[in-house]
Nanobody, 122 residues
Framework: QVQLVESGGGLVQAGGSLKLSCAAS????????MGWFRQAPGRERAFVAA????????YYADSVKGRFTISRDNAKNTVFLQMNSLKPEDTAVYYC???????????????WGQGTQVTVSS
């Protein structure tokens, strides 16, 4: 089992920045690919970014490329999502997830956090 706890969400003005963290506990964190997903009200959960456990290969949704950066610190069992140049359409609950394989599909992740709210005002 892997337990995931997100933090760092909040209210920010458009153009601002936030850094989300996801702390993992349980089984060996460094063995898992880690992903960030988001869900806005009335919309389906959407992929945001993911990072591999070994070579740190990354994937990004087109909507966040150049603005968001995913990183991980295996020694601290933590994955981060640095979000810059935030837009109102980035408003959502953000979830981190852990899975065996690097993927953009939520169904390929086995463990999920409870989520953290990000609200971007215009």
């Amino acid at each position: 089992q892997v337990q995931l706890v997100e933090s760092g969400g909040g209210l920010v003005q458009a153009g601002g920045s936030l850094k989300l963290s996801c702390a993992a506990s349980g089984r060996t964190f460094s063995s898992y690919a880690m992903g960030w997903f988001r869900q806005a009200p009335g919309r389906e959960r959407a992929f945001v970014a993911a990072i591999n456990w070994s070579d740190r290969r990354t994937y990004y949704a087109d909507s966040v490329k150049g603005r968001f950066t995913i990183s991980r610190d295996n020694a601290k069992n933590t994955v981060f999502l640095q979000m810059n140049s935030l837009k109102p359409e980035d408003t959502a609950v953000y979830y981190c997830a852990a899975g065996v394989y690097l993927s953009t599909l939520g169904g390929n992740y086995d463990y999920w956090g409870q989520g953290t709210q990000v609200t971007v005002s215009s």
